[in-house]
C-alpha cells in the first residue's frame, strides 16, 4: 500500500509548475541572483499580506530571529521569556546574542506558552517576549501585548510556523514589534530551499536590520559595526512570490484537513486532540495529538503507536521529543526535571499526523482507521 508522508510537497508544486518554472527561468536569464526587483517585489507583496509596512528579508527564520533581537539590542546580561515546547532555534538565538532564555510552561490545550506564567517570570533583566505561534496556532496577542507593555518589553514574534494566522483581526507578525518568519520548505509559505523575513510597522528598527544583514553596513564598504551576511536568493523570492498567492488557498485546506481528523478522530477517548482557540485562526503547520494512557507510561505507549502506524504505511512525527529547558545545551541554565511540567508531559505525549495541502480524505481516513487500531493494539 502506498507510504503517506508527514509531509507532501509535490502536490503544492503541480499546482504553481508552470508560473514557478518561467519565474525562475526569467531570474536564470536575468543574471541577477542576489538583491534586485524580485526581492524587493517579494519584501513588498509579505508586507501587503501581513499588514505590516516593513519586511526585511534574510537567509532563514533562524536569521530572522537572530536579526529582530541584535536590532532590539538585546545582549548579555539581558534576560527573554519564551516558550520550552518549540523548535530548537527559538532559545538558540536568545543564546547566540549573549541573552538569557527564561523558560515557562505551556498551556496543554494550544502547545503554546501559558500566559498565566509571564508576570512571575519578569526581573529587571526581562527585556522581551518571544511567543512562538506553534503548529501554526496563534498565541492569544490581545493578553500577551498587554502583558508586554504593562512591563515595557519588547514582543518578537516567532512565526515560523504560522504564515497566516491571525489572532482578531490582524495576522500574525503585526500585532509584536517584530514577526519572524521561516520559508524552510515545510512551512506554510515554504521556498524551495532556506529564506525567511521580519516583519515590523518600525522602520527604524527595519533599517537597523537591514544594515546588521549587510555587515554592518549602511553603505557600501562602509562598516558600522559587525552584522552578519544574511539574504534571500532571487530564485527563492520568485518562487515565494508566486506561492503567497496561494497561501490562503492552501490554509484552508489545511483547516479542512484538520477539521476532517476532529470528526474522524473525536470518539477515541484515549486521544488528546489539538484544539483551535476561539479568537484565533490557526493554519495548522502541523496536527498533533497526544496519547495519553493510564497504564503504561506514555512515552512508550507513543513510541509503539508510531512504530505500527509506520509498519501500515503512515509516517507520524514528534515535534518536540525533549523540552528545550532540559536540552543537554542548556544544563547550566539548572533546570529540574518536571519544573515545567506540561511541556514535558507535552514532550512525552504528542504525536503529529500527516498533514498537508492536499492531503485526500481517503488518505485521511486511513490515518484515522490505522490511528484507532494501533491504539487498541498498543
Ligand atoms: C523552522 C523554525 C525556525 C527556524 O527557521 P529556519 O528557517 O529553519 O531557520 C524557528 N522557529 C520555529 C518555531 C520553527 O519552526
Given at each position: 500500500m502506498?507510504?503517506?508522508?508527514?509531509?507532501?510537497?509535490t502536490?503544492?508544486?503541480?499546482?504553481?509548475?508552470?508560473?514557478?518554472?518561467?519565474?525562475?527561468?526569467?531570474?536564470?536569464?536575468?543574471?541577477?541572483?542576489?538583491?534586485?526587483e524580485a526581492?524587493?517585489?517579494f519584501e513588498q507583496e509579505?508586507a501587503?499580506?501581513?499588514?505590516?509596512?516593513?519586511?526585511?528579508s534574510?537567509n532563514?527564520?533562524?536569521?530572522?530571529?537572530f536579526l529582530?533581537?541584535?536590532?532590539l539590542?538585546i545582549g548579555?546580561g539581558d534576560?527573554v521569556?519564551?516558550t520550552?515546547?518549540?523548535?530548537?532555534?527559538?532559545?538558540?538565538?536568545?543564546s547566540r546574542?549573549?541573552?538569557?532564555?527564561i523558560?515557562?510552561d505551556?498551556?496543554l490545550?494550544?502547545?503554546n506558552l501559558?500566559?498565566?506564567?509571564?508576570?512571575?517570570a519578569i526581573t529587571p533583566?526581562?527585556k522581551?517576549?518571544?511567543?512562538v505561534?506553534?503548529?501554526?496556532?496563534p498565541?492569544?496577542?490581545?493578553k500577551?501585548?498587554?502583558?508586554?507593555?504593562?512591563h515595557?518589553?519588547?514582543?518578537i514574534?516567532?512565526?515560523a510556523?504560522a504564515?497566516?494566522?491571525?489572532w482578531?483581526?490582524?495576522?500574525?507578525?503585526?500585532?509584536?514589534?517584530v514577526?519572524?518568519?521561516?520559508?524552510?520548505?515545510?512551512k506554510n509559505?515554504?521556498?524551495?530551499?532556506?529564506?525567511?523575513?521580519?516583519?515590523?510597522?518600525d522602520?527604524?528598527?527595519a533599517?537597523?536590520?537591514r544594515?546588521?544583514?549587510?555587515h554592518g553596513?549602511?553603505?557600501?564598504y562602509?562598516h558600522?559595526f559587525?552584522?552578519?551576511?544574511?539574504?534571500?536568493?532571487?530564485?527563492?523570492?520568485v518562487i515565494l512570490t508566486v506561492k503567497l498567492r496561494?497561501l490562503?488557498?492552501?490554509?484552508?485546506?489545511?483547516?479542512?484537513?484538520?477539521a476532517?481528523?476532529?470528526?474522524?478522530?473525536q470518539?477515541?477517548?484515549?486521544?488528546k486532540l489539538?484544539q483551535?482557540?476561539?479568537?484565533g485562526?490557526?493554519?495548522?503547520?502541523?496536527y498533533t495529538v497526544c496519547i495519553?494512557?493510564q497504564?503504561?507510561?506514555?512515552q512508550?505507549?507513543r513510541?509503539?503507536?508510531k512504530?505500527?502506524?509506520?509498519?501500515?504505511?503512515i509516517?507520524?512525527?514528534?515535534?518536540y521529543?525533549?523540552?528545550l529547558?532540559l536540552q543537554?545545551v542548556?544544563q547550566?541554565?539548572?533546570y529540574?526535571?518536571?519544573?515545567?511540567p506540561?511541556a514535558?508531559?507535552?514532550a512525552?505525549e504528542v504525536?503529529?499526523?500527516?498533514?498537508f495541502p492536499?492531503?485526500?480524505?481517503?488518505?485521511q481516513?486511513?490515518v484515522?482507521?490505522?490511528?484507532?487500531d494501533?491504539?487498541?493494539?498498543a
Amino acid at each position: 500500500m502506498k507510504q503517506i508522508p508527514p509531509v507532501d510537497l509535490t502536490r503544492q508544486y503541480q499546482l504553481i509548475k508552470e508560473e514557478a518554472n518561467l519565474a525562475v527561468l526569467d531570474i536564470l536569464n536575468s543574471g541577477r541572483y542576489i538583491g534586485g526587483e524580485a526581492i524587493a517585489t517579494f519584501e513588498q507583496e509579505f508586507a501587503n499580506y501581513v499588514g505590516v509596512t516593513e519586511c526585511v528579508s534574510c537567509n532563514s527564520g533562524t536569521d530572522a530571529l537572530f536579526l529582530a533581537l541584535k536590532a532590539l539590542n538585546i545582549g548579555a546580561g539581558d534576560e527573554v521569556i519564551t516558550t520550552p515546547f518549540s523548535f530548537f532555534a527559538t532559545a538558540e538565538v536568545i543564546s547566540r546574542v549573549g541573552a538569557k532564555p527564561i523558560f515557562i510552561d505551556i498551556d496543554l490545550n494550544t502547545f503554546n506558552l501559558n500566559l498565566a506564567h509571564i508576570e512571575q517570570a519578569i526581573t529587571p533583566r526581562t527585556k522581551a517576549i518571544l511567543p512562538v505561534h506553534l503548529f501554526g496556532q496563534p498565541v492569544d496577542m490581545t493578553k500577551l501585548m498587554a502583558i508586554a507593555e504593562a512591563h515595557d518589553l519588547y514582543v518578537i514574534e516567532d512565526c515560523a510556523q504560522a504564515a497566516g494566522a491571525a489572532w482578531g483581526e490582524d495576522k500574525i507578525g503585526s500585532i509584536g514589534h517584530v514577526g519572524c518568519f521561516s520559508f524552510f520548505p515545510t512551512k506554510n509559505l515554504g521556498a524551495c530551499g532556506d529564506g525567511g523575513a521580519i516583519t515590523t510597522n518600525d522602520p527604524a528598527i527595519a533599517k537597523q536590520m537591514r544594515i546588521l544583514k549587510e555587515h554592518g553596513s549602511p553603505s557600501r564598504y562602509r562598516h558600522d559595526f559587525i552584522g552578519i551576511n544574511s539574504r534571500i536568493d532571487a530564485v527563492q523570492a520568485v518562487i515565494l512570490t508566486v506561492k503567497l498567492r496561494y497561501l490562503d488557498h492552501w490554509n484552508e485546506q489545511r483547516q479542512r484537513a484538520a477539521a476532517y481528523y476532529q470528526e474522524l478522530l473525536q470518539s477515541i477517548s484515549s486521544l488528546k486532540l489539538p484544539q483551535a482557540l476561539s479568537g484565533g485562526i490557526s493554519v495548522w503547520n502541523q496536527y498533533t495529538v497526544c496519547i495519553s494512557d493510564q497504564q503504561s507510561p506514555p512515552q512508550e505507549k507513543r513510541e509503539l503507536v508510531k512504530h505500527k502506524l509506520q509498519d501500515k504505511g503512515i509516517v507520524s512525527m514528534i515535534y518536540y521529543p525533549i523540552p528545550l529547558h532540559l536540552q543537554p545545551v542548556y544544563q547550566d541554565l539548572g533546570y529540574q526535571k518536571e519544573q515545567l511540567p506540561i511541556a514535558e508531559k507535552a514532550a512525552r505525549e504528542v504525536l503529529s499526523l500527516p498533514m498537508f495541502p492536499g492531503i485526500s480524505e481517503v488518505e485521511q481516513e486511513r490515518v484515522a482507521y490505522a490511528l484507532k487500531d494501533c491504539l487498541l493494539e498498543a
